[in-house]
């Protein structure tokens, strides 16, 4: 039974989804259809990427992603649902139509790195305002080398211990740890990390265009110092 799965920006206050589904169905009747999240960010990315690639390889082989973000115009989604269909008919990709010639690659931001510390740019805040930075825990540990360390944001917050999780620590404390995405997250157990500390999402456009005095950048990144 072939598995597809859907994300997009389009969220689901309305009938398109449901729609997309339906057209799915007529023309495939015997697959499944997951849903990743309807509510990618239409211009971060970063985050988009993040949030489909920490999911999507969950599935199992053989699944088809349709990733759908500033699609708009629905209707294409009759070739797209047509070359899936092509594709499970044949088993083989180039029946699902002409492979695209030429494809613009953005590359994820990664993290500042010298020696003794690591720079890293807040990539992404859960519903509960849990904040996750683009530092990998294979990165973190070729670095740190067995050594102490101390986690700072906001000029002067420190965490010094990782932990498990969140039940490692008191209710209102704060926290680090590698999230199941094997990414460095920063949260407050029963708090909103974010808020509390006025954290928010790396922006490079806003990081170029700022003036010198201008520190907003202290909120947008989080830096590992080796001792």
């Known amino acids: 039974m072939p598995v ?44 988009g ?23 708009f115009f629905i209707q ?10 092509y594709f499970f008919a044949s088993g083989n990709l180039l029946d699902a139509g002409e492979p695209a010639t030429e494809i613009l690659e953005i590359y994820p931001m990664q993290p500042t790195i010298s020696p003794n510390w690591m720079e890293g740019q807040i990539l992404f805040i859960d519903q509960f305002e849990n904040v996750v930075v683009n530092i990998r825990k294979e990165e973190f540990d070729l670095h740190a ?17 990782l932990r498990n999780n969140y039940g490692d620590v008191p209710v209102a404390d704060k926290m680090a740890w590698f999230n199941s995405a094997g990414y460095l997250e ?37 830096r590992v110092f080796f001792e």
């Open 4 to 47: 597809i799965t859907l994300t997009s920006d389009i969220g689901q206050a309305d009938f398109i989804i449901g729609a997309v589904k339906g057209q799915i169905l007529s023309t495939i009747p015997d697959c499944t259809i997951a849903d990743i999240t309807h509510y990618l960010s239409s211009k971060d990315y970063q985050q």
């Open 49 to 71: 990427a993040y949030i489909f690639n920490n999911a999507a390889k969950y599935y199992p082989k053989g699944t088809v992603h349709i990733v759908m973000v500033n699609f």
């Open 76 to 85: 294409m989604l009759d070739r797209v649902v047509e070359s899936v269909a």
């Open 145 to 161: 080398k067995g050594r102490s360390f101390k986690i700072v944001f906001t000029r002067n917050e420190t965490i010094e211990v």
């Open 186 to 222: 920063i949260a407050v157990r029963g708090g909103n990390m974010a808020g509390l500390f006025g954290l928010s999402k790396y922006d490079e456009n806003q990081h170029n265009k700022q003036r010198p005095n201008d520190n907003k950048w202290f909120f947008q990144m989080v």
